[in-house]
């Protein structure tokens, strides 16, 4: 039941003690504040790391082509290797657990690209359909690349956002031509791209075409794959296959490990997320050591107060209250500076944050530092149980004190 004249009698010693009690106030506060700032600036580091995985499946392995560095069945190191159409086929039909497959060629020298009057140069990959899958590209009109166009070697393109306003201005692209170094190229989809403007500065054409178009005959630069909902230990065996296939069909010793680069990205991402947890981890001990220490200078001040107060206590014992009221009396006033103090801790620390994510850029290594819902319950809740523990041990001597004994004290 609430008793109006206990906490009158609470805010009135509150208010003749004003300096014990902001100071009590502070150190609370301070810890709340920061705890939260500490586990924003993990979610706003937590953030930076999403963002740089923000354009490429974090689900991948990627294949590049390198150059062998030991001697292997009396071939002599220093051999150049050269990925080819057969390699994509073989990885794409012979490894089991690849969910999307692509491959990428590159065409040599500078890359002209014409619409009428207009001449400028862009990056154009060359890829087959599965390509969407690994650079977060959402199509914006007509359609990607599709597999009819690999098996008929279509003169096809899907423009990049930032390519069609430089090209087209206003005028509609879907079913016109371009040129790319003199090949007309008709535009079936335009795309935008998570990655970046730079990413939307992309055309995409049909890797077969490219190869006849422009003497690429069967080569590619690069083959990577998505590996679905596969564990991690299942993409590690999947990425000692690709480079095993590899290693057997350009005969290069499997331990060489400048033949054949086999990027598995799932292993990275793996390791930034067990980074992410220690710093969380770490903040989590940081923060709670923080609000630990307030708790103890609380728990300190309290326990000066009870004895500049044992006078007092004696009286009231003398006059018929009991252990408990003085208990409960003490644990009050404990709680509501504590609760009060730690919520303005909260506000403060949230408010910081809410000004850091900002003014502070969108894209880095830190963005978006931020707390949830969940954390500023358990934060409240934690609040609680501090200022409970801060009262606790000077209330209890409060209530065991005997009214001689309190009454004789100085």
Same mark, same amino acid.
């Given at each position: 039941?609430?008793?109006?004249?206990?906490?009158?009698?609470?805010?009135?010693?509150?208010?003749?003690n004003?300096?014990?009690?902001?100071?009590?106030?502070?150190?609370?506060?301070?810890?709340i504040?920061?705890?939260?700032?500490?586990?924003?600036?993990?979610?706003g580091?937590?953030?930076?790391?999403?963002?740089?995985?923000?354009?490429?499946?974090?689900?991948?392995?990627?294949?590049?082509?390198?150059?062998?560095? *030991?001697?292997?069945?009396?071939l002599?190191?220093?051999?150049?290797?050269?990925l080819?159409?057969?390699?994509?086929?073989?990885?794409?039909?012979?490894?089991?657990?690849?969910?999307?497959?692509?491959?990428?060629?590159?065409?040599?020298?500078?890359?002209?690209?014409?619409?009428?009057?207009l001449?400028?140069?862009?990056?154009?990959?060359?890829v087959?359909?599965?390509?969407?899958?690994?650079?977060?590209?959402?199509?914006?009109?007509?359609r990607?690349?599709?597999?009819?166009?690999?098996?008929?070697?279509r003169?096809?393109?899907?423009?990049?956002?930032?390519?069609?306003?430089?090209?087209?201005k206003?005028?509609?692209?879907?079913?016109?031509?371009?040129?790319?170094?003199?090949?007309?190229?008709?535009?079936?989809?335009?795309?935008?791209?998570?990655?970046?403007?730079?990413?939307?500065?992309?055309?995409?054409?049909?890797?077969?075409?490219?190869?006849?178009?422009?003497?690429?005959?069967?080569?590619?630069?690069?083959?990577?794959?998505?590996?679905?909902?596969?564990?991690?230990?299942?993409?590690?065996?999947?990425?000692?296959?690709v480079?095993?296939?590899?290693?057997?069909?350009?005969?290069?010793?499997?331990?060489?490990?400048?033949?054949?680069?086999?990027?598995?990205?799932?292993?990275?991402?793996?390791?930034?997320?067990?980074?992410?947890?220690?710093?969380?981890?770490?903040?989590?001990?940081?923060?709670?050591?923080?609000?630990?220490?307030?708790?103890?200078?609380?728990?300190?001040?309290?326990?000066?107060?009870?004895?500049?107060?044992?006078r007092?206590?004696?009286?009231?014992?003398?006059?018929?209250?009991?252990?408990?009221? *003085?208990?409960?009396?003490?644990?009050?006033?404990?709680?509501?500076?504590?609760?009060?103090?730690?919520?303005?801790?909260?506000?403060?620390?949230?408010a910081?944050?809410?000004?850091?994510?900002?003014?502070?850029?969108?894209?880095?290594?830190?963005?978006?530092?931020?707390?949830?819902l969940?954390?500023?319950?358990?934060?409240?809740?934690?609040?609680?149980?501090?200022?409970?523990?801060?009262?606790?041990?000077?209330?209890?001597?409060?209530?065991?004190?005997?009214?001689?004994?309190?009454?004789?004290?100085?």
């Amino acid at each position: 039941m609430f008793d109006t004249d206990t906490w009158q009698e609470i805010f009135s010693i509150i208010r003749s003690n004003k300096l014990r009690s902001a100071l009590t106030a502070f150190s609370v506060a301070w810890g709340i504040f920061m705890l939260i700032v500490l586990l924003g600036s993990g979610q706003g580091l937590s953030h930076g790391i999403e963002h740089q995985f923000r354009d490429d499946a974090i689900n991948s392995i990627w294949v590049y082509p390198g150059q062998t560095s *030991v001697p292997y069945k009396g071939l002599k190191p220093g051999r150049r290797v050269q990925l080819t159409n057969d390699d994509y086929d073989g990885l794409a039909a012979g490894v089991d657990g690849v969910d999307h497959i692509t491959s990428r060629f590159y065409i040599k020298g500078t890359l002209v690209v014409r619409y009428r009057d207009l001449t400028t140069s862009f990056d154009v990959r060359c890829v087959h359909p599965d390509h969407l899958y690994f650079e977060k590209t959402i199509v914006t009109e007509g359609r990607f690349l599709n597999p009819l166009d690999i098996k008929e070697r279509r003169k096809v393109a899907a423009l990049g956002d930032r390519v069609v306003k430089a090209l087209f201005k206003d005028e509609p692209p879907i079913g016109k031509e371009i040129q790319i170094n003199g090949v007309s190229f008709k535009i079936v989809g335009t795309f935008t791209d998570e990655g970046g403007e730079n990413e939307q500065e992309k055309i995409y054409v049909p890797i077969s075409t490219a190869q006849r178009a422009f003497g690429g005959a069967n080569r590619v630069n690069q083959i990577f794959m998505t590996t679905g909902t596969e564990p991690l230990p299942k993409t590690e065996a999947m990425a000692k296959e690709v480079k095993n296939r590899m290693a057997e069909k350009h005969a290069f010793s499997a331990d060489d490990t400048r033949a054949v680069f086999v990027n598995n990205n799932n292993e990275q991402f793996d390791r930034f997320t067990k980074l992410m947890r220690a710093i969380r981890a770490f903040v989590w001990v940081v923060g709670l050591g923080t609000i630990l220490a307030g708790i103890v200078g609380v728990s300190n001040i309290m326990m000066i107060a009870v004895r500049e107060r044992t006078r007092e206590i004696g009286v009231r014992k003398a006059l018929g209250a009991t252990p408990w009221s *003085v208990v409960s009396l003490i644990l009050k006033e404990s709680i509501l500076i504590t609760s009060v103090a730690g919520y303005a801790g909260l506000v403060l620390g949230i408010a910081v944050l809410e000004i850091a994510s900002r003014v502070l850029p969108k894209d880095g290594y830190f963005i978006r530092p931020e707390v949830d819902l969940s954390v500023a319950i358990e934060a409240t809740i934690l609040l609680v149980v501090a200022g409970a523990i801060a009262g606790f041990f000077p209330a209890r001597r409060a209530g065991s004190l005997r009214p001689v004994e309190a009454l004789r004290s100085e």
